[in-house]
Structure formats: C-alpha cells, structure tokens
C-alpha cells in the first residue's frame, strides 16, 4: 500500500519540479542565444565575398564574446539597477540567473548587427571593443529607460514606450550602431565609382545567407517568444504566432517589390524582408491582431528594402549585410506600430497604467506620441555615444585596414588563414614553404587533413 504524502513531501516535490522548469528554462534561453549567433555568422559570412569569409566569422565569435562580457562586468548591473562590477547572477538564485540570460542574449544581438555592416574593411580589434561597449553601456542604459521602469516607460502618454520584444531596444539600437560604423569606416573599395555610382559587390553564397535567415530567426523566435512569456500571462502565444506571420508577410512583400522593381525577385533582398518583418513585430506582438501582424510585417520589409537603397546611394553608406535598414529602420517602424495598431487586447497594467494598451487605429494618438519620443530618445543616445566610442576605439587599435590588405582579402592578414582552401594552391605553397600563414599554417592544414 502506497503511504499517504506528507506535507514536507508535496513540498518538496513541488521545490523540485520547480527547478527542473527553471534549469530547462535556462537551458532554452542559453540555446537560443547561441542560435541567434549562429544565424549572424552564416548570414554574414555568406553576404562578404570569399576572401573575406574567414575574417567575418570571426568578427561575428569574437563581438558575441566581447559582447557578453561586457554585459556581464558592467551592463546586467546598469540596466537591472544593481551597483558594483563583475555581478554574479548565479550567485543570487536561478531566477535573477535567468534573466541575465536572456538579457544577456538580447544584449548580444545589438553588440553583433553592426557586424555585417562593418565587414570586409574592420580591425577584428575594434569589433571586439565596440561589442564590448555597446553590451556593457549603450544597449543597457536605453533598455533601463524602457525596459525597467526609466523615463522613457513613465512618459505621461498612453502606457509610456512599449516595447514587448526589441524591437527598438535591441534592433535600432544596434541599427544605429551600424550606421555611424560605417560612416566613420567608410565605404569599401571599389563601391563607389568616381561619379559616385553604385557598383553591387554580389554576396559570394546564397545558400548561406538563406540558411543565416532562418537560424537567427529560430533564436530569435524562441528569445521574443520567451521574453514575451515572462512579461505577462498569455502573451507567448500572441507574440509566437504574429511573429512568424510578419516574417512569412516581409519575405512574400519582398519577392513581390523586387520582381516589380527589378524585373527579377532577388533571393538576398527577400531575406531581408523576413528578417525585417520579424524585426518589427517584436515590439507589437501581443498587443495586435493577425491582420495587422501581417500588415507590420509587409510594411516593415516595404521600408526596409526602399531605406537600404536610399542609404546605399543617397547617403553612400555601404552596409554589406543591410544592417542599419533591416534593424535600424524596420526597428524604428516597429515601434511606431504599437502607437498605430495596438488594439487594446492586452497590456492591462503595462508600465503601470491601468487599461490595455491601445493605438491610433483603436482611438487613440498618445501611444504614437510616446513611441515617437521613444525613437529620438534612441537616436540622441546611441549615435554621439557610439561615435565616441568608436572614435576611441579607433585610437586605441586602429579601425580601418590598410587599403593592400582591404584589396587581397582580410582572412589572411588579419586571421593567417582562409576561409575556403584550395587543395591545389595548398599543396604548392607548402612544397615552397609558405601558404601565406607563416610557418603555423603547414602544421594547422596536416592536422586538418
């Protein structure tokens, strides 16, 4: 006969179940944050042409490091209002740990975009420094404004910004990042004729950046969806749902708008319509119907797509991954969605403030007032900060390689090595002593084979 349970017994089943949940928990937050880098390093490497796919990989490695380090020693404590240097989560309990995670994550995502914007012309040294910086200090202090009851989400106009999922908070923020990057970069070689005409630098593998597309956007999924669940009961579902419909909306927008403009539907410009979509529901997800879900998400890829090609040859900033319009710019309109769609489904409380959240197509303008402070507040902090930093950095480590190495290919000058070897070329250096990577390079190739 089975003994009757306790009360000691129940209680500590229950304690037990409880932090199997969370060590699952962390366990998805953390696999989603390294999907989400996963994603950047394929898609990028397949958007830079072959000699540079070494190098970009690891830009892409070493800013999601930086990045999370600089989080760690400095910007878990900024945004979540902690004092003091080199805070340890882990040693408070598994739920501050869990939030350090999927903080840290979204950190890392506005630490990693300007990346492939910065590619195929940036010191990997200077990568690693604004990373660092952009997770420890310009990403915390605006999520803090946002995200933890700062300024920005007691503004006096509707429910203050909202912000659900990143949108403004992750994306434009490492939009913003990208755009002064490359401005201060510049253009790469050969972009740009002398009149000032555009010249394309096709992306060497599409089946990369198709395969990036869908990595990052399985973490990202899982992230937001996450995020969304901790914010408040059944708004997982809402944003789970709305954001694959607003990527599925942005891809097919930009299949369509391409075919129209080009006479040709271009496989690179239709991922970014997806990610674009998915960019701006973030903000939106819970508080909007399915229609408008789609509506965001084919307006997002509309904007995004237009805004690359306005920045490109109006503005010559020559952005290799169309970071700055596909997290810039689809990350400023989807803060704009909530003041515009946001039908008063959810967010009762939000931010404190009594009633659901409602946009101008529901009633009501404040909304779209406090999301319009929300993305100036964005731009007056992340662009001078970020060009100091970079202009440090840059002091600090250089910025720019030198035009030689720009034109042969950073993988080797900056890494001793290549992203794809060619046997035949191999083999000839070697019997010559040299590949090119110094005398680690024979023993680096006999061990890979």
């Not at 997770?135 to 006096?156: E, R």
């Not at 000839?428 to 890979?448: F, I, N, P, Q, Y």
Request: with cysteine; net charge positive; charged share 10%.
């Amino acid at each position: 006969m089975t003994p009757t349970p306790t009360l000691e017994t129940i209680v500590g089943q229950t304690a037990a179940l409880r932090a199997a949940v969370d060590a699952l928990g962390l366990i998805a937050v953390g696999v989603f944050a390294l999907l989400l880098q996963a994603g950047f390093t394929v898609l990028d490497a397949g958007l830079v042409r072959s000699k540079n796919v070494a190098h970009t990989t690891a830009m892409v490695l070493l800013a999601s490091c930086g990045g999370l380090l600089g989080f760690w020693s400095l910007g878990f404590g900024i945004q979540s209002g902690f004092t003091g240097f080199l805070f340890s989560p882990s040693a408070i309990g598994g739920g501050l740990a869990m939030a350090f995670l999927a903080r840290a994550g979204l950190s890392s995502v506005s630490a990693t975009i300007p990346v492939g914007a910065m590619a195929e012309r940036s010191r990997l040294a200077l990568t690693i420094l604004l990373s660092f910086i952009v997770a420890a200090l310009i990403f915390p202090v605006y999520a803090k404004w946002v995200w933890a009851s700062g300024w920005l989400a007691k503004l006096p106009w509707g429910h203050g910004v909202v912000d659900c999922g990143g949108s403004a908070v992750v994306h434009m923020t490492g939009g913003m990042v990208a755009l002064v990057a490359t401005k201060i970069l510049g253009p790469r070689l050969g972009k740009y004729t002398l009149r000032g005409d555009v010249r394309p630098i096709p992306a060497h593998s599409m089946p990369m950046v198709v395969l990036g597309t869908l990595l990052f956007s399985a973490g990202w999924f899982g992230l937001a969806t996450t995020s969304a669940a901790h914010a408040g009961e059944g708004l997982a579902a809402a944003m789970a749902i709305h954001t694959w419909l607003a990527a599925t909306a942005g891809a097919l927008l930009a299949f369509a708008h391409t075919r129209f403009r080009f006479g040709k539907p271009d496989l690179s410009m239709i991922c970014n319509g997806f990610l674009a979509g998915l960019v701006a529901i973030s903000a939106s997800g819970p508080f909007v119907s399915s229609g408008s879900a789609v509506a965001i998400g084919a307006l997002a890829s509309l904007i995004a797509l237009e805004g690359a090609l306005l920045i490109e040859r109006r503005l010559r900033v020559d952005d290799p991954a169309g970071a700055v319009a596909v997290h810039g710019i689809a990350g400023a309109w989807g803060l704009l969605a909530v003041g515009i769609f946001a039908d008063g489904r959810a967010g009762n409380g939000w931010n404190g403030v009594a009633g659901p959240v409602k946009g101008l197509l529901a009633g009501s303008g404040s909304q779209l007032l406090a999301s319009l402070v929300g993305i100036v507040a964005n731009v007056a902090w992340v662009v001078p900060t970020a060009a100091f930093s970079l202009w440090l950095a840059g002091r600090l480590v250089g910025s720019r390689v030198g035009a030689d190495d720009e034109v042969a290919g950073l993988d080797v000058p900056e890494l001793g090595m290549t992203g794809y070897v060619s046997e035949t070329v191999h083999a000839g250096a070697t019997r010559g002593g040299d590949l090119g990577h110094g005398k680690m390079s024979g023993s680096r190739g006999a061990a890979g084979r």
